[in-house]
């Protein structure tokens, strides 16, 4: 894991390095079953399914703690054909004694239940009892964020922590909180939200019914139209294949348009960062989720925001993060959830 509170500055070259071979991993996962190594886990055989709005992917938690990474599978608006094709790419259907799932959206963990996900276009989905059917075995059912939280404290070195914020950057912004060594999930299992939080409260009008919600100014949305903005590419015809990604990359050449989107973004993302460390004083914030490859660009103005907003102890101790393990840290915090009760 890539830790940016000792040395905000002169890190660039390195988790430049690390952020390729973070990518590197990531395409290697989709060909061929690979094994991590971690400590925890051990003598528990769980699946853990992270269902994303383009790509499902899997992993084995086993025996001697470590997680066996299987073949993603692409996403399908019907959950039970999910299941079914994770079943397949499996190919291992008595190996595993229980399945944890992770989703973005409101979830209702005791049952089961999808409530809401806007990004993959789900309501009320019983998704639990659906993977139970096909799968066979007992099934907890869990927001992608929590999970994602989970797996950063198993596979980022972070076990040492009892309380960690895990902030996912992707096409929403989300959050999974661990406090004094266990998931807060609140009072109706809707607890980190982060990037429901308002940033600006007469902004931009936000999916979730709110206005100025940070994922409205975090999201890939966001960056790219930032981009387009900065850059004056709006209207050109190319502006339509600009992602976040694109935009790292230029910024790796040193577009001035570019570097400049990253730092703008670095400081709204340190603002929720300093709302975060004053509300949760946090011994480290992990960043994970897609845009987090791009951290070598936009984590030294975040962090340098955070400093200059939160409360100056807090500040100073907490240690913001970039996951090493993005590609598979949903699915093994959701195997850890499932196969762990007394860390739920
Ligand atoms: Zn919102």
Known sequence: MRDCADRPHGLRRGLHREAFAARRGFQKSRQKPQTLGFQGGAGLKTLGIDVGGTRIKSGLLGAGGKIIRLPSVDFNADPAAIFRAVKNSAGMTSAYARVGVAVAGDIDTALGIVRFSPNLGWKNVHIGTIARKILGKPVVVENDANAAAMGAWMLDGAKRYSDIVCVTMGTGVGGGIIAGGKLLRGATGSAGEIGHMTYKPDGVKCSCGNSGCFERYLGRDAIVARFLEISRRRKSGSAKN????????????????????????????????????DALNPSAVIIAGAVSRAADFFLPAAVAEMRKRAFKHPARSVRIMVTGHDDILGAAGAALIASAPSKK
Not at 243 to 260: H, I, K, N, Q
Not at 265 to 273: K, R
């Open 242 to 277: 600009v992602t976040p990604m694109t935009v790292a990359a230029l910024a790796a050449e040193g577009d001035r348009a570019a570097l400049e989107t990253w730092r703008r973004t670095g400081e709204i993302l340190g603002v929720l960062l300093a709302d975060i460390v």
